[in-house]
C-alpha cells in the first residue's frame, strides 16, 4: 500500500517548451504533497509544498511563476516547468503525506527532465 | 535553522567489509524525525528507517543498523558485510514536527557508497 506514482518517468523537449509532471497518490489521500529537485550529484532540495485546495508554498530562490503547482484533488499533485530552459535539467522526484504506514510521506520514482 | 551533514562524499569497501556512514544534524526543535533513504542508480528513493528524536534506541535490521545519539547530534548508519547490491547513494534527513505536521524533509548531501567484489 501507500503507492505514490509519477509520470512521465523521463522527458527530453526542447527549450522554450512547458512541461507537465504529474503526481498521484494511488492508494490514499494525500492532503499535502511536496516537489523536490536533484541535480547530478546533489542532494534532493525541497522547492516547494502543495496543499490541497490552495496555494503551494514555495521554499526561498524557487521562481512560483516559472514552476507552476496545481494539486486540485487529494489524489493530484501536478508540476509544470514553464518555458525550460537547459539549466531546468534536473531530476524532479516528488512525496506524498498520508497513508498508514510507518513512512510519514512517500516518493514517486522520480522524472528525468532534459531540455535541448 | 535546521541543517544535516553528511561528511563523507564517497566510500568505497570491499564485499563482505563493514562500512559506517555519518550523519550529523543541527535543529532547535525538541520534537523531530530522522531518516536514512538509499538512491540506487535509477533513482527512485528507498526508505530505510524513521527515528523521532524521543527514541534513542538503537535499531538492528539484518545487516543494518543505526545508531542515535543526541548528546552528539549524530544518527550513524552501519552496514554488516557489506554486498554489492548496497553500491548506492544514502541520504540522512531530518523533518521538524510530528508525523503528518510539516513534514518536508531536509536532506544532507548524500553518501555515495561503492561495494567493491
Known amino acids: 500500500g501507500a503507492v505514490v506514482s509519477q509520470h512521465p518517468s523521463w522527458v527530453i523537449c526542447k527549450s522554450g517548451t512547458s512541461v507537465k509532471i504529474e503526481c498521484r497518490s494511488l492508494?490514499?489521500?494525500?492532503?499535502?504533497m511536496f516537489w523536490y529537485r536533484q541535480f547530478p550529484k546533489q542532494s534532493l532540495m525541497l522547492m516547494a509544498t502543495?496543499?490541497?485546495?490552495?496555494?503551494?508554498?514555495?521554499e526561498q530562490g524557487v521562481e512560483k511563476d516559472k514552476f507552476l503547482i496545481n494539486h486540485a484533488s487529494l489524489t493530484l499533485s501536478t508540476l509544470t516547468v514553464t518555458s525550460a530552459h537547459p539549466e531546468d535539467s534536473s531530476f524532479y522526484i516528488c512525496?506524498?503525506?498520508?497513508?498508514?504506514?510507518?513512512?510519514?510521506?512517500?516518493f514517486g520514482d522520480g522524472t528525468r527532465l532534459s531540455i535541448l | 535553522a535546521q541543517k544535516v551533514t553528511q561528511a563523507q562524499t564517497e566510500i568505497s569497501v570491499v564485499e563482505k567489509e563493514d562500512v559506517t556512514l555519518d550523519c550529523v544534524y543541527e535543529t532547535r526543535d525538541t520534537t523531530y524525525y530522522l531518516f536514512w533513504y538509499k538512491q540506487p542508480p535509477s533513482g527512485e528513493l528507498v526508505f530505510l528507517i524513521r527515528?523521532?528524536?524521543?527514541?534513542?534506541q538503537n535499531e538492528i535490521s539484518g545487516r543494518y543498523s543505526w545508531n542515535f545519539q543526541k548528546s552528539t547530534s549524530s544518527f550513524n548508519f552501519t552496514i554488516t558485510a557489506s554486498q554489492v547490491v548496497d553500491s548506492a547513494v544514502y541520504f540522512c534527513a531530518l523533518s521538524r514536527g510530528v508525523y503528518n505536521q510539516g513534514g518536508k524533509l531536509i536532506f544532507g548531501q548524500g553518501t555515495e557508497l561503492s561495494v567493491k567484489p
Open positions: 527515528r523521532n528524536s524521543f527514541d534513542e
Open positions: 492508494d490514499f489521500q494525500a492532503t499535502t
Open positions: 512525496s506524498a503525506e498520508g497513508g498508514h504506514s510507518n513512512q510519514p510521506q512517500h
Open positions: 502543495s496543499n490541497e485546495g490552495s496555494k503551494a508554498t514555495y
